[in-house]
């Protein structure tokens, strides 16, 4: 192959055998999974359609959010496919290299941050913990204040309705003001206990309700990577059905590729080689 030819790189391994299981596996091509092994390192990668993956192509594949969408579930399948048989590090999305030679001068240029990759998560699995709080709050009147009723001859019974309307507004915001504390300190409580019992733990940014589709607020969404041998010490660190307070529900996911502590991808700048 020659430096024209690209390479769709997935994921990263140590050198030597067992060679990463790949059988069956379905790439973004259908090319054929291979592996490119300096002697220290092997990054599993497939040779992909410059028209496709070029630097013309690519902005345009990224912009197109249901190729996007195969994309990251492509490179998941392999990758995940890797993980099941080797310890990996996988690599950003829409990391191209320009032949061997370019996968093999990725692999030199980030032998360190690589290996130190490896290393940190080697016997070990990601779990996803988030915590949703509902709100529950009564809604606010829309609209102007409900109308005065006449006053009657002990006194003004729409001032003394107004008062009540405020009164009631005010008790809903300190209701709402208890429990997002609340929902705080249970998050900040579960996430102390479950990093406790993981080697990492990455906090991420609360999930937006317009991207998630779930309408309660996301108050801890959070990733730990646990030692095999630790998942049961820390899966019984999470909280029952009945273990949390009322309107607070937790969601687990995992085991995964420890995607959050490989932190060892090639910078955007990087990726064409």
Known sequence: MSERDLFYVYTVVASGAPAPDTEGVRGLAGSGITVVDDGVLAAVAEPVDPA??????????????????LLARTHHRVVA?????????????????RGEEGVLRLLAEGRERLSEALDR??????????????????????????AR????PGGD??????????????????????RAGLA????????????????GAVLHAPQQAQLSGIADANVLNAAYLVPREARRAFL??????????????????????PYSFAQAAADPQEQRR
């Open 149 to 152: 009723p006449a006053a009657g």
């Open 157 to 178: 019974a729409g001032a003394a309705s107004g008062r009540d309307y405020l009164r009631r507004r005010l008790g809903d915001r300190r209701r709402r003001e208890e």
């Open 184 to 199: 705080a300190r249970t998050a900040e409580e579960l996430h102390r206990r479950l990093a406790e019992r993981a080697a």
């Open 236 to 257: 019984d660190a999470l909280p029952g059905p009945d273990g949390l307070p009322p309107g607070l529900r937790s969601e687990v996911t995992g085991p995964w590729v």
């Open 81 to 97: 496919a890797v993980g099941g048989s080797r310890t990996t590090v996988p690599l950003r999305l829409a990391t191209v290299c």
């Open 52 to 69: 496709e993956y070029d630097e013309a192509a690519l902005p345009r594949l990224l912009e197109d959010l249901d190729r996007l969408t």
């Open 121 to 146: 998560v080697a016997g070990a699995e990601e779990w996803g913990v988030k915590l949703y709080a509902a709100d529950s709050a009564p809604a606010a009147a829309a609209g102007p204040s409900p």
